[in-house]
């Protein structure tokens, strides 16, 4: 039987307010209880440098953490694209949107989590 790697997963937050950064650290956490290698960069608005993290630490997803209104689509397009770039085309994006009032729900793995931890 052969033996898988672990998955491994950059945790991004694209945003300003408080409840970013815990609701950041809560999936960091949650990922490394399903299992999950992860590396957490915290706040982070250069898609470039979000894309070389990725592609040196051997990343299967990047988890971005946005605040509503934070920009994020122009981030997101600029990180596809940096990731292509470095022929990374098989690294996946997840989008975590965050909501002040949800923040205690991040503390569980949402199914979307769960799907991609369990391929």
Do not use: F, N, W
Not at 67 to 85: F, H, K, N, S, Y
Not at 89 to 116: F, G, N, Y
Request: net charge positive; hydrophobic share 45%.
């Amino acid at each position: 039987m052969a033996l898988r790697r672990p998955r491994k997963s950059i945790v991004v937050l694209a945003g300003g307010s408080a409840a970013s950064e815990e609701a950041g650290r809560a999936l960091r956490r949650v990922l490394g209880d399903l299992g999950v290698a992860t590396k957490y960069m915290g706040r982070e608005h250069d898609a470039g440098r979000i894309a070389r993290v990725a592609a040196a630490e051997g990343a299967d997803a990047v988890e971005v953490c946005l605040d509503p209104g934070a920009g994020g689509v122009r981030l997101l397009t600029q990180l596809l694209r940096e990731l292509i770039e470095l022929g990374r085309r098989d690294v996946s994006i997840v989008i975590h949107r965050q909501k002040q009032s949800s923040l205690p729900a991040a503390r569980e793995p949402s199914a979307t989590v769960r799907r991609v931890v369990e391929r």
